[in-house]
């Protein structure tokens, strides 16, 4: 039995197509592939047990195909199929996922932030983050590419809100509208129950609240707000 490395030019001999068609398989680059490319392509590293060389790929282009992830908990439901999501969306397009747990903290955060770049990451998803991210802002700087999710850019974000894109929905308009479905009912003791109020989309579903109580002529009782604390089952 041979011992001799499969390399990239003989997954092109077997698939019938080029090494740089190869080489756009192994790094993503498939908007303008024709699916049945693709499939032959993958079939015949699958049929000569070609494994790309990572650490060859890392030293000439300085980066590897891996986006970071980092989440509070995927113990959480919602943040498991969030990162489940990612990891198909990424693998589709030719990349991994590493995973952190954060748990809210942002030194963990930056840790994990910090060791990813040190090995070559240059992207990284940042789930439900503290009210800043200026904690890897030095990251940024040095060519960091960072999305946050769930939260958007802004308050202590003086440094970071221009180099990094959010996602997220509007939690003002949704505990407004949640709060005016209740009294519309004619509820007048409206509580207002939550995780750790540390959190931008928290505090913003907190506004909405509050500002749909007093649209609707009710006075805020702090008693009806309800702070809770992990685990994750409260809020």
């Known amino acids: 039995m041979s011992n001799r490395v499969v390399t990239i030019e003989d997954v092109a001999l077997l698939a019938q197509t080029s090494a740089s068609t190869v080489s756009n398989v192994l790094n993503g680059r498939l908007d303008r592939m024709r699916p049945e490319t693709r499939d032959r392509i993958e079939r015949a590293m699958?049929?000569?047990g070609y494994t790309p060389n990572q650490v060859a790929r890392q030293l000439k282009t300085g980066q590897v195909p891996i986006i970071g992830l980092v989440v509070p908990s995927v113990a959480n439901p919602f943040w498991g199929t969030f990162a489940?999501?990612?990891e198909e969306t990424a693998r589709a397009r030719g990349y991994q996922v590493l995973l952190g747990n954060s748990e809210r903290d942002p030194t963990r955060e930056r840790r994990y932030a910090e060791s990813l770049f040190a090995h070559g990451i240059r992207g990284v998803i940042f789930?439900?983050?503290p009210l800043s991210l200026d904690h890897v802002s030095g990251?940024?700087?040095?060519g960091l590419s960072a999305v946050a999710f769930d939260r958007e850019m802004r308050r202590g974000d003086a440094r970071t809100r221009s180099v990094i894109d959010s996602i997220t929905v509007d939690n003002v308009l949704g505990g407004s509208i949640a709060t005016e479905h209740l009294t519309s009912l004619g509820h007048r003791r409206v509580g207002f129950l939550s995780g750790p109020l540390r959190t931008a989309s928290r505090l913003d579903r907190l506004a909405g609240y509050r500002a749909a109580?007093?649209?609707?002529?009710i006075a805020p009782v702090p008693a009806l707000v309800?702070?809770?604390s992990p685990p994750h089952g409260f809020g």
């Open 139 to 142: 990251l940024v700087d040095r």
């Open 127 to 129: 789930g439900s983050s």
């Open 46 to 48: 699958d049929q000569l």
């Open 213 to 217: 109580l007093a649209a609707a002529g």
């Open 226 to 228: 309800w702070e809770g």
């Open 84 to 86: 489940q999501a990612v």
